[in-house]
């Protein structure tokens, strides 16, 4: 199958080239009428809040070094849902930790609301997530002396919020992700899915505006992920947040405003017009 083009297409390569146009041909003079605005015409682009050009990961590895992201180039623009597909191994937890500052390119540039993260001290990287991100990594991050709730207070606590700001917080967000009951716990005390939502709980306590989840619903059922995705999308929708998210799930492309497909550490194509059946055919399309 050929990928699908990107829907950012030069509106110009349209036009009737002007050789076509005889040079004596007088055109109709093109009355101009006052008309409503089209609800459905397309909004002025958003602003873009990340940039990745030329993105290149190298890892050292026993002997030698492996190629785990190769020539990566997109944008992710305010308010965008974007889902990143990729079988295992493609490079997408590298890609995400790239663009958090967890792990620095080996070559490239990413830049975040302006500012090239790779040329941040350690210092502002960590600053930037804590003001900037929710994260919700693949493999959860706890802090084991803690329990539960405190973990989902930690945040705020870094965020120097009042104690007492730092317990309602924690909580409403528990309760949210129907997890109160086990504030108390520790978190490896909790099942793998458990600990999902828990996470989800913590990304969202300080209400950012931009979103990164690695699998964020891999351990849940069904049912369970579906009413996380709807949580996912209700802050985009509703409340305009930027979300990367990483998934397996092809059945998620229906809550993302796009999807772009990561395979051996390249990206096959961006677009928002993936079907399930596209995404299947990627799977099978081998890498140039
Ligand atoms: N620190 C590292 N050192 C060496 N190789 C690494 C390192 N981190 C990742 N890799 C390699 O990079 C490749 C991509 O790993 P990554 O975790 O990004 O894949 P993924 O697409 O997230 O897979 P999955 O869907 O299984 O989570 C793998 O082959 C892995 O072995
Ligand atoms: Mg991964």
Redesign the pocket.
Known sequence: MEPKKSIDRDPSAARIPFSDTPQDTVLPAVKKVDTPPDPSAKKPPKKAVIEIKNLYKN?G?VRGE?K?LRDINFTIHEGEFLLIL?P???????LLNAILGLELPSAGNIVINGKDITKMTPDERATFRLKNVGIIF?KPDWIKSLSVIENVAFPLAAAESTPQDQFTGAKKHLESVGMLGHADFRPYQLSAGQQELVEFARAMVLDPHMIIADEPTGNLDSDSANKVMEMFQALNEKQGATIIMVT?NIGHVKYASRTIYLKDGKILDGSSAYTAADLEELEATPVI
């Open positions: 890892f590895i492996v785990v990729g295992s191994g493609s490079g997408k937890s590298t693949q397996h």
